[in-house]
């Protein structure tokens, strides 16, 4: 009998014709490292890995059409979206997974609309599926300071969720970066939920 695929292999074959190089590279890279983390946590395996395959979708769309797609939706675009307009991946790539993909589980729906930001209501496989995004090694080598990120999330994924926003917090003081209010609220979240 041959082993039926799972759902993140059949998304992947989905997506793989649109998708760059590059990004279909990163994403595999992402799906790993989420399972792993997944399993590591006891939480659900198959399941960060979709949500990994999925998160991107929409990733590889210039800025400009990304906003375009945005304001068509009806989406909600804060001020910030206006500014990076490329933040907007995630909450479009989510109508796109539902539309395009045939995507019906909320809980993956939910986690790639809110991944550039972490959310309140993530459980572990969408953080695992977060962390494991921001932990890519090309990030790493763009910024060796993500390897902490990387070391805490085999302890806990919710601390090195958190060790990643206060990261990305300091250093959009220092260079005056625009901070999203939906990576405030995950902050705010991880840190009530934590101390
Ligand atoms: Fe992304
Ligand atoms: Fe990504």
Known sequence: MVPSKEPAEV??????AELPEGLTAHIDRVV??????ARQHGADEGLARL???AHDVVRHLDPRA???RAEMLGLEIDPVDRVEPVLL???????ELYERFGIRDERVLHAVHWHTSGHPDYGPEAWAMFIADKVDPTK?????????????AWLSLERAALTYLDLLL??????????????????????????
């Open 11 to 16: 998304l992947r074959q989905l997506m793989a």
């Open 32 to 37: 790993h490292l989420a399972g792993l983390l």
């Open 51 to 53: 949500m990994a395959q």
């Open 66 to 68: 990304l906003l375009q």
């Open 89 to 95: 991946h995630g909450p479009v790539g989510a109508v």
């Open 140 to 152: 790493v080598e763009r910024w060796p300071a993500l390897a902490d990120v990387r070391d805490a």
């Open 170 to 195: 300091v250093r959009a003081v220092t260079e005056r970066w625009h901070v999203h209010p939906a990576t405030v609220r995950a902050r705010n979240a991880l840190i009530a939920r934590l101390d």
